[in-house]
């Protein structure tokens, strides 16, 4: 491969292998949020420097967005997130109390915007439109994005994280390619909230990251 090439791969290293070995092995918890921000700026500006992407498919193409199968990939997320639950707290139940449901609420509401929605610019759009082509095939891409997507996680310390995301990964990229933009967005969120809701909310916050060094 030609120094182009040589110089797209050392950019995708460092910004999807480099960049999360470094908010896993280095930042504070406390800051991921933070990091999550910047990585998301940084994306955007990569997005618009590589050229010829199509903002408008951030916004159009809800009618291919499949309402009856991401319902029913909900319910399937809901299950295997309350085996989790199950397997290691038999007779767990999730906690439905008016405060707690005031907060899925607000959950609800912001999760899609604050955490779903800069993901899958980084993850999908920008994965897919400026390193694709890295890939031999649309498969082999998608395999490497959920392998990625799971390493973006690595700062939580957890194998069943590791393990859900690289699932969600691989369906998301997956969708993306079939259905687009909106498509892999709502399926993301149907998913962080689902988990959520079901309890598995303690793998994802930043609050009970213990790091094993």
Known sequence: MGRPGATLW??????????????????????MFLALFGFTLAGLGLLWWTGNFDWRNLIRGWGRVHWAASALFGLA????????????????L??????????????????????????????????????????????????????????????????????????????FARTYLRRGFPAAWVLHAIAGNVLFTVGMGRYFWSGNVVAPF
Do not use: D, K
């Not at 050392?10 to 406390?30: K, M």
């Not at 997320?77 to 707290?89: D, Q, T």
């Not at 999730?94 to 915007?113: D, G, I, N, Q, V």
């Not at 897919?128 to 392998?147: E, I, V």
């Open 10 to 31: 050392a950019e995708f290293a460092a910004l999807f292998i480099g960049a999360p070995l470094a908010i896993a092995l280095l930042l504070p918890p406390r800051l």
């Open 94 to 171: 999730p906690h439905l109390s008016p405060e707690r449901l005031r907060f899925l609420a607000l959950l609800w509401c912001l999760y899609p915007l604050l955490s779903a929605l800069p993901q899958e610019l980084i993850f999908r759009a920008l994965f897919f439109h400026r390193y694709g082509r890295l890939f031999p095939t649309p498969g082999r891409a998608a395999l490497a994005n959920a392998a990625l997507f799971s390493l973006a996680h690595l700062m939580y310390w957890s194998w069943v994280v590791a393990a859900l995301t690289f699932a969600g990964g691989w369906i």
């Open 77 to 92: 997320v809901a299950a295997v997130g309350l085996a989790i639950m199950r397997w290691g707290n038999p007779g767990f």
